[in-house]
Nanobody, 119 residues
Framework: QVQLVESGGGLVQAGGSLRLSCAAS????????MGWYRQGPGKQRELVAD???????NYVDSVKGRFIMSRDNAKNTVYLQMNSLKPEDTAVYYC?????????????WGQGTQVTVSS
């Protein structure tokens, strides 16, 4: 099992910044992908960004140039620096851990952290 604990959410005005953190613990496999997803009111959960163990990142178009995802493998922690926040970024943000070992794929989710951007 892998446990994920998110932190850093809150209320911010449009144009502001927040930094989310997700700390992983448990049976972590070295080669993994960690991602940030979000689910806004009345919307489906969507991928925001993800990062491989080697540091390769992928972003949804709507956050490119504004959000930066990074990771500290020594701390098993990933971060999402969110700049120039917009009201449409309001959502619950979830951290996800994925690894694949042979035929086995494991996925774990955090509990989520609320981000609210006021206009």
């Amino acid at each position: 099992q892998v446990q994920l604990v998110e932190s850093g959410g809150g209320l911010v005005q449009a144009g502001g910044s927040l930094r989310l953190s997700c700390a992983a613990s448990g049976s972590i496999f070295r080669n993994n992908v960690m991602g940030w997803y979000r689910q806004g009111p009345g919307k489906q959960r969507e991928l925001v960004a993800d990062i491989t163990s080697g540091g390769s990142t992928n972003y949804v178009d709507s956050v490119k140039g504004r959000f930066i995802m990074s990771r500290d493998n020594a701390k098993n922690t990933v971060y999402l620096q969110m700049n120039s926040l917009k009201p449409e970024d309001t959502a619950v943000y979830y951290c996800k851990y994925t690894d694949v070992v042979g035929p086995r794929r494991r996925e774990f989710w955090g509990q989520g952290t609320q981000v609210t951007v006021s206009s």
